[in-house]
């Protein structure tokens, strides 16, 4: 009996002991060294202009609408379009491809055209391969220059931050395909 009874006593020291060291969901952050992500180095700005291709029309669009404006409406809102557009070192679709586009635009006004643009640019060649960065912001097509905040990266634009120059090169107005200039400023490490 007294064996039990240590036996059961020493189970509930245990139990006790390893229920005291749980996760009590006040751990799951820490601060580190900013060393371990390379955030020690100086910060590089970087500028690449590409050409945004926008292709709705045509038998093999880059861009489809997966939701309708509303009804009545003249200015867009409420549809949506998904992207994967190619970006281009020059202005000629047929020109180098240095990524794609992938992301969406929503009409977001009612008065007037006006896009929430979310979207990332994945590079596809020389020393960007693999990297991207992430831009997310307004986007009024019809002004002759539209700035968006770059929000993040991956690979060599961990830690992006910036913005971006949106300007229109070509636009058809009879099916809506366009090609925009885009002027990219990025920090990163």
Request: proline residues 4%; charged residues 15%.
């Amino acid at each position: 009996m007294a064996k039990l009874i240590f036996f059961m006593s020493l189970q509930i020291l245990l139990l006790s002991v390893v229920s005291s060291t749980g996760d009590d969901g006040e751990n799951f952050a820490r601060t580190i060294d900013r060393k371990l992500l390379g955030l020690h180095r100086k910060e590089k700005l970087t500028h690449f202009k590409v050409y945004w291709h926008d292709i709705i029309s045509g038998p093999n669009p880059t861009a489809i609408m997966i939701q309708p404006p509303v009804t009545n409406s003249t200015s867009y809102f409420g549809g949506i379009n998904m992207m994967d557009n190619a970006l281009t070192a020059k202005v000629p679709l047929n020109s180098t491809l240095v990524g794609r586009a992938q992301g969406f635009y929503a009409g977001a006004a009612q008065k007037e055209l006006g896009f929430l643009m979310a979207m990332n640019f994945v590079f596809k060649t020389g020393k960007y391969n693999g990297s991207t960065i992430t831009i997310l912001g307004r986007n009024t097509p019809f002004s002759e220059v539209r700035e968006m905040p770059i929000v993040g990266g991956s690979g060599l634009f961990r830690f992006a931050r910036g913005y971006v120059e949106a300007r229109t090169k070509w636009f058809n107005l009879k099916n809506g395909d366009a090609t925009v200039e885009y002027s990219c400023y990025v920090l990163h490490y």
